[in-house]
């Protein structure tokens, strides 16, 4: 499929997909999810791409919403589906079993900050700026904003971001949670990068399972989400990962991972 509005970067074992519309702010029509979600799908199922960087283009959006000129004239119908692709698309990028780390340069509100809540984990620039401003168009979120800010920050301070459309800065997304660590602009994609090389230099197997095992046990009950664990903790001792990882502990040698 040829990009028309992102950007899918190679970088040896790393992916970056730069969403880019710079006309738009970065702003989400069907064009770009249905891009989204080819180019998600691909680096899932790339073996030689072990994790995910997702960016805006340009210095000043991450994403500024679904786009409102391509929604503006929805039938009920045509906006459920719409709706109902960004959720399938979000949910594809939650899914997949590398890590994904969202990169935020710029504004990420609306289906934004929905498509930086479906990544594993956030990193911001100092510039950023995030909320989820639907009540303000007088409609809800529809990619998965009122169910994932809840789960992220806790149902009070989701629930004051999603009444008020208030936007937050950086720095306050920082302190309830909802981002990981801040940084200048120009230090965003080396920090990120630079995270991205310490998880790289794991064993990836491990690191897929935790993913998995965190993402499934957060929406079960403790005792079955323990059980989960349990399953993925014994998978690791089929791994030459798990022979290398401790043999290199107590050989005290860095391991060299090879992810079987
Ligand atoms: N959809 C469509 N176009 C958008 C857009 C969006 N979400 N956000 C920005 N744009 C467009 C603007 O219309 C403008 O286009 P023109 O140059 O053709 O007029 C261009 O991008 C630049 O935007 P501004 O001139 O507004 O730039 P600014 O710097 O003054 O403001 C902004 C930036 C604060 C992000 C402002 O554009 C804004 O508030 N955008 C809308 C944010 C929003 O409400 N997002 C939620 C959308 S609804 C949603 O996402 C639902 C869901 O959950 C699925």
């Known amino acids: 499929m040829a990009y028309e509005n992102i950007i899918l970067e190679r970088e040896e074992k790393l992916a970056v997909l730069y969403i880019n519309r710079p006309k738009a702010m970065n702003a989400l029509n069907k064009d770009t999810?249905?891009?989204?979600?080819d180019a998600v799908t691909a680096v899932n199922e790339d073996p030689a791409v072990e994790?995910?960087?997702?960016?805006?283009?340009g210095d000043k959006s991450f994403v500024a919403g679904a786009d409102?000129?391509?929604?503006q004239n929805l039938s009920a119908m045509e906006a459920r589906e719409f709706g109902a692709l960004g959720q399938k698309v979000f949910r594809l990028i939650e899914a997949v079993e590398k890590p994904v780390i969202a990169a935020v340069n710029g504004f990420a509100l609306g289906g934004g900050c929905e498509l930086a809540m479906c990544c594993d984990f956030r990193i911001a620039a100092s510039n950023a700026k995030f909320?989820?401003?639907?009540?303000?168009?007088?409609?809800?979120?529809?990619?998965g904003g009122t169910q994932r800010l809840p789960r992220l920050v806790g149902p009070g301070m989701a629930k004051q971001l999603l009444y008020t459309a208030d936007?937050?800065?950086?720095d306050e997304a920082f302190r309830i949670g909802l981002v990981n660590k801040v940084v200048q602009p120009e230090e965003l994609l080396p920090e990120v990068k630079k995270?991205?090389?310490?998880?790289?230099?794991?064993?990836?197997l491990a690191v897929r399972l935790s993913k998995a095992a965190a993402n499934e046990g957060m929406q079960t009950d403790i005792d079955r989400a323990m059980s989960i664990e349990a399953d993925a903790f014994g998978l690791c001792f089929a791994t030459q990962d798990q022979?290398?990882?401790?043999?290199?502990?107590l050989e005290k040698r860095k391991a060299n991972f090879i992810s079987k």
């Open 51 to 57: 994790l995910l960087i997702i960016t805006g283009s």
């Open 195 to 204: 995270i991205a090389g310490r998880i790289l230099s794991k064993g990836q």
């Open 68 to 71: 409102i000129a391509f929604m």
């Open 131 to 143: 909320g989820q401003p639907e009540v303000g168009l007088g409609i809800t979120p529809g990619f």
């Open 243 to 249: 022979k290398e990882g401790m043999t290199a502990f």
């Open 33 to 37: 999810l249905l891009e989204i979600k």
């Open 167 to 170: 936007v937050i800065n950086a």
